[in-house]
């Protein structure tokens, strides 16, 4: 879609939007499980690497919502711009 020198690459952005799904779905995946007390051979080695591992959790989460927010984002711009170029299509063919 173009107008006066502005133009919107919708396959780029469908590309993105792609792109950014795969990262949300990948980061949506369950997480690695953590080794038990028994393998670190220190008990509060063990206590930092599962708390360590709770926190990124959260982090991870919060970050796959924010990625497929993006996602949708990107998905409802690009059925706008396509909206917007169907209606001028329109407009155009019924002048002609």
């Given at each position: 879609?173009s ?6 690459d ?19 995946e ?35 919502g924010?990625?497929e ?28």
């Amino acid at each position: 879609m173009s107008s006066d020198g502005f133009e919107v690459d919708l396959g780029a952005l469908g590309a993105a939007r792609d792109q950014v799904g795969r990262i949300a779905a990948e980061l949506s995946e369950p997480q690695r499980v953590v080794p038990s007390a028994d393998v670190f051979g220190h008990g509060r080695l063990a206590k930092a690497v599962n708390e360590f591992a709770a926190k990124e959790e959260v982090g991870v989460s919060g970050l796959a919502g924010e990625a497929e927010s993006i996602r949708s984002r990107l998905a409802e711009t690009i059925r706008t711009y396509r909206d917007a170029d169907e209606d001028s299509a329109g407009r155009l063919g019924s002048i002609a």
